[in-house]
């Protein structure tokens, strides 16, 4: 019959292998981005500029409906912004996965839940929200007739992002010492546009055919003037000039599953078959006018240098995966399966300059461009053994294997890097205890997980838009391989759940972004190297409570030190960090509910210095209507503040450089939401999680 739900989710539910955030149930997420959802989610943390730690790493995975997403692989902050939260059901956060899980991601997963359709009737919903730094159209319809179903999805928007940069850096040479200045304003704006299509057909009991296509894009702009002071002991090489900077970045991708499910009349027993295709072009450029011995920008007429620069990083990737599953009475179960990826990447990029008065016209600039093919196959296969042992204690016993195959061709300079493979083992392991009446359970869990590097890492391309930090990617990078051990404890106080969790995370090749010093007097460069070895020793506690049948509380600290031991660099470093998550909500009356949220995280320690800290609040009202089939929802975010600075530093025996980003975040918006028809829970379906990639 009928999946029918009443009452209210908690909105954080606490699992053996997760925490789950079910986001549909935070008001404060109406008319927001999914970053807005990922800042709320517990052991997350979204910086200013939007981008995503987990347990204070960017090690992760992030998925959609357990499956990977062309535009979040390509670039994880740009496209979180494209990504309406209106269409989020929950957030799934796994830090210790199963062997059926892909190995990648050596912090985690994050497994974005979208809201699904209906088993009967037509219905549906649509929605618009507006505000000082987002506007949104969302719209879903989806219907059941006998053994189909279809459900159809679209969704659009604006953003529109100020944010302001300040930099000092102290460089130290044998040509003696120098000082760089840099500031300036941005202004950053784009658009973005989301569409789904899936069918699910049930021809016969225990057979599922299941065809899902995605298409969805976003295109932005920035406009930025960058003010830029070289003052040095050499007289001769002191620079001052101000550059007009337009910058752009896009993206579209395409995605089309197909799954064939076949369950029997022995419960738990299952097979799947999934194969995948998904396309990806990403696009990129600036253009700027510089303005030599002038602190302000002037007229594009009075420049006296001009660069622009122009590219794309197309993709494809085919996945072809079988899973089974073979319960052996009720206390055991056996999972094996096999899984093929097939990728295809790269980047074409090229440079033009004028210098007026001395060029006619833009001329290519050789040496400066890129044209990049990276290929790159996985094969895998697990095995997952699970038992029950008495009534207390449940144990799980896996491993997986997986072999990776790549090669690159650099067409701009007529090179290659030759084929290359590697195999490896990644086996996990869990036990979880369950203590008197139910209530109270401990967890210990074992997975060795890795982390392979994506195009924007590999990418040789080198980027000058900032004249004194080049920065480039390092096609030789080997995949860092991690061990995580993890001990969670569970339990109920007066009624309220409660969990705590401890974690050592160790890599031993990590990828980490390395500054260093060029000939060039005053410019350094920045890219990416397997050179330290990192250890996270990590403290989650989560809780909450329900003080009256109105009011709840929910969130806890989480505390992490971590060490980076680089002999390449000679190097130990060591540092404390912490965050926070709280969420607050209180119901007067059946359609009136108040809610309010806070989050943030001190300063973490990278390689080379200090990352920024972060801080995010924000309060909502909403009200239902025409029998709670309307919605109006009103959201403020850091009403009391403008922006919050994110200070970060890098200290190197040739540099000492302090930068402040402040992102202007206070902001403003009201939701308008109506659905329509009879609703109730679709069934959801297995996907392909190809999380095996390390992305930005």
């Known amino acids: 019959g009928e999946a029918v739900v009443v009452g209210r989710k908690a909105l954080v539910e606490v699992q053996p292998d997760r925490l789950v955030y079910n986001a549909a149930e935070d008001i404060g997420n109406a008319g927001g981005t999914a970053a807005d959802v990922l800042r709320k989610t517990p052991l997350l943390a979204v910086d200013g500029a939007g981008n995503v730690t987990l347990r204070g790493s960017t090690s992760f995975k992030v998925l959609v409906n357990n499956q990977p997403s062309p535009a979040l692989a390509q670039n994880l902050t740009q496209a979180l ?10 957030v799934e956060v796994t830090t210790t996965p199963s062997a059926r899980d892909d190995g990648e991601g050596t912090a985690g997963i994050i497994n974005i839940v979208l809201k699904k359709g209906v088993r009967r009737q037509v219905n549906g919903h649509v929605g618009a929200s507006g505000g000082n730094r987002a506007t949104e159209l969302t719209s879903a319809l989806g219907f059941r007739r006998g053994p189909v179903s279809v459900n159809a999805a679209a969704s659009t928007g ?4 100020p944010d302001q940069l300040t930099r000092r850096r102290l460089g130290f040479s044998a040509l003696g010492a120098d000082t760089l200045t840099q500031s300036g304003r941005r202004y950053t704006s784009g658009k973005w546009y989301n569409t789904s299509l899936s069918l699910d057909y049930d021809p016969a009991e225990h057979n599922r055919f299941a065809l899902t296509g995605t298409l ?3 295109q932005g702009q920035g406009q930025r003037d960058l003010f830029n002071q070289l003052a040095s002991t050499d007289k001769l090489l002191n620079q001052l000039f101000t550059r007009a900077n337009t910058e752009y970045i896009g993206n579209t991708g395409q995605e089309v599953t197909g799954t064939y499910t076949r369950t029997f009349a022995q419960a738990r027993r299952e097979w799947s078959v999934l194969t995948q295709y998904a396309r990806n072009a990403g696009n990129f450029g600036y253009a700027f006018d510089q303005f030599t011995n002038s602190a302000v920008a002037l007229a594009s007429d009075q420049a006296d240098y001009r660069e622009r620069s122009q590219g794309r990083t197309p993709s494809q990737e085919i996945t072809a995966q079988t ?16 899984k093929a990826i097939f990728r295809r990447t790269g980047a074409v990029a090229t440079v033009e300059s004028l210098t007026p008065g ?5 001329a290519t600039l050789a040496g400066r461009g890129t044209d990049f093919g990276y290929a790159q196959d996985v094969q895998a296969a697990y095995a997952s053994y699970a038992a029950a042992l008495g009534k207390k204690l449940t144990t799980t016993l896996g491993s997986r294997v997986e072999r990776t195959s790549f090669s690159a061709d650099f067409r701009a300079s007529g090179t290659s890097l030759a084929p290359r493979s590697y195999a490896s083992v990644l086996p996990n392991a869990s036990a979880h205890y369950t203590f008197r009446r139910d209530t109270s359970g401990l967890r210990l869990a074992y997975s ?3 982390t392979r590097p994506y195009i924007d890492y590999l990418n040789p391309f080198v980027d000058r838009s900032n004249p004194q930090n080049i920065t480039y990617g390092n096609p030789a990078l080997a995949p860092e391989l991690t061990d995580a051990y993890e001990v969670s404890y569970n339990t109920l106080i007066h009624a309220a759940p409660v969990v705590f969790s401890g974690v050592v995370r160790h890599t031993g090749n990590a990828i980490e972004a390395v500054r260093l010093a060029t000939p060039t007097p005053g410019v350094t460069a920045q890219t990416y190297a397997n050179v330290a070895a990192v250890t996270y020793y990590q403290l989650t506690l989560y809780g909450a409570a329900k003080f009256t049948k109105q009011w709840e509380v929910s969130g806890g600290p989480n505390a992490q030190y971590v060490v980076f031991l680089s002999p390449d660099r000679e190097l130990l470093r060591r540092g404390f960090s912490a965050g926070m998550n709280v969420d607050t909500s209180y119901h007067f ?3 009136l509910t108040a809610q309010a949220s806070l989050s943030g995280a001190l300063p973490t320690p990278i390689l080379q210095g200090q990352g920024g800290a972060s801080f995010y609040y924000s ?8 029998g709670e089939k309307a919605e109006v929802t009103l959201n403020v975010t850091n009403p009391f503040n403008n922006s919050f600075p994110n200070r970060s530093s890098i200290t190197t025996a040739f540099i000492d450089e302090r930068t402040e980003y402040r992102s202007y975040q206070r902001a403003v918006r009201l939701s308008l939401n109506y659905r329509f028809g009879q609703e109730s829970q679709e069934r959801e379906h297995r996907k392909a999680a190809n999380d095996d990639l390390k992305t930005k």
Do not use: H
Not at 81 to 90: E, L, N, V
């Open 81 to 90: 912004k494209g990504f309406s939260a209106d269409q989020i059901q929950r």
């Open 589 to 591: 009356r059946r359609t």
């Open 619 to 626: 309060m909502g009202l909403k009200k239902n209507l025409l």
């Open 448 to 450: 060795r997980r890795i």
């Open 158 to 161: 604006t953003w529109y992002e």
């Open 323 to 338: 899973d089974y599953k073979q319960p052996f009475g009720e206390a055991k179960t056996l999972e094996v399966g096999l």
């Open 358 to 362: 001395q060029t006619p016209d833009f």
């Open 216 to 218: 969805g894009g976003y």
